[in-house]
């Protein structure tokens, strides 16, 4: 099972019921998630950002996405409009221990970071043999 944490957002909704503003930080790394047979893939928006920036940790079950995207206009230059975050952007996701986390694929394309993360084989469904009376069948576990 995979379960993601963002320790902001109850802040930040409860910000904008109280305060009436819709100033609340915006997701800097939106991301979707699905299984898909035996593999749990999950998918990051991350425009613009240089692959050689991208971080990727896992430690005691918690995935760490780190990334970086650096203002194009180059040193000295006026700025006119700014909209697009610049910076540092992290997400955790806490991966269950059904999942195999020595075996995680990463992958760019399109500024979308993918992630599979397989199922580990100890979580997968088998049958298990039943012996006993001469008789042998097989029943799913």
């Known amino acids: 099972m995979l379960m993601r944490t963002d320790p902001f957002r109850e802040f930040d909704r409860l910000a904008q019921q109280v305060l009436g503003t819709s100033t609340a930080r915006p997701a800097a790394m939106p991301m979707d998630a699905y299984r898909s047979g035996d593999d749990f893939v999950v998918h990051f928006d991350l425009p613009g950002i240089d692959p050689e920036s991208i971080e990727l940790d896992v430690e005691r079950n918690v995935l760490s996405v780190r990334a970086e995207r650096r203002s194009p206009a180059p040193e000295g230059a006026e700025t006119v409009v700014a909209e697009r975050p610049t910076g540092t952007f992290t997400r955790q996701l806490f991966l269950g221990e059904t999942l195999d986390t ?15 993360i397989p199922v580990a084989e100890q979580a997968k469904p088998r049958r298990i043999q039943i012996g006993g009376g001469g008789d042998r069948r097989q029943i799913s576990g």
């Open 102 to 116: 020595d075996r995680v694929d990463a992958s760019y394309d399109a500024g979308v970071l993918t992630l599979r």
